[in-house]
């Protein structure tokens, strides 16, 4: 049997909560190569002096995000049942992350592209109630909204306006429902939306949580 060949391409969907949204994208990558040796996987590993699992994470979410709908794909050199597959990512991932479903994807080895991402951000202080609505009004009638991203000394401005596809306040639930699309070209970051409506209301962002509930790719 060859190692190098993929024969089973399963994605696996899970959920980080509580105090696993303060892991890094680095972090989640190390827990998922400790917790899949644990399960005993036939992965497929990459060449060269230090060979690990090739794993592929659709959308790095950012520290401190919460995700109802996160996604790892596993290439696999032997088939190994579903139900097997998932019961097993599941024991070895302990309490960490809760391990929803596993689905078994064609065995290609081009992986998916991000489409869109919606969150949901909450914490929004009662004085700021009244103003949100215009606020996303005034967003979401600009034509060009610049953010800076990068290190210190490396800053950039990025135009993330064509990015966001849909901004909607739920009165009842105090929630802003936010919808971004993702391109090949690039995409907005949900924090960044927070903190333009947080300034915009006259509130602080550091008081907003934010949570992704669902991923769509192509």
């Not at 990558?29 to 497929?44: K, N, T, V």
């Not at 290439?75 to 960490?96: H, I, M, N, Q, W």
């Not at 901004?167 to 927070?194: K, Q, W």
């Amino acid at each position: 049997m060859n190692h190098s060949d993929l024969v089973q391409k399963t994605v696996v969907r899970f959920k980080k909560t509580g105090p696993a949204i303060y892991h890094s994208h680095h972090d989640m990558m190390r827990f998922w190569e400790r917790a899949l040796r644990r399960a005993d996987l036939p992965l497929r590993m990459t060449q060269g002096f230090n060979p690990h699992p090739r794993l592929v994470f659709p959308h790095a979410l950012g520290l401190g995000v919460a995700s109802l709908h996160e996604e790892i794909e596993l290439e696999l050199y032997r088939k190994v049942p579903l139900e097997e597959l998932f019961a097993r990512v599941k024991s070895a991932a302990g309490d960490t992350l809760g391990i929803v479903e596993a689905t078994n994807l064609p065995p290609v080895k081009k992986s998916r592209q991000m489409v869109s991402s919606s969150y949901e951000i909450t914490g929004w202080r009662h004085e700021s109630l009244p103003r949100l609505n215009a606020a996303i009004a005034d967003i979401l009638a600009r034509d060009v909204i610049q953010v800076e991203r990068g290190a210190p000394g490396k800053r950039r401005e990025m135009d993330i306006r064509p990015f966001l596809t849909a901004i909607a306040f739920d009165s009842g639930r105090e929630t802003v429902l936010l919808e971004i699309a993702h391109t090949t070209t690039g995409s907005a970051r949900p924090d960044e939306v927070a903190r333009l409506i947080a300034v915009a209301v006259g509130g602080d962002p550091v008081t907003l949580s934010i949570t992704k509930t669902a991923m769509r790719l192509e």
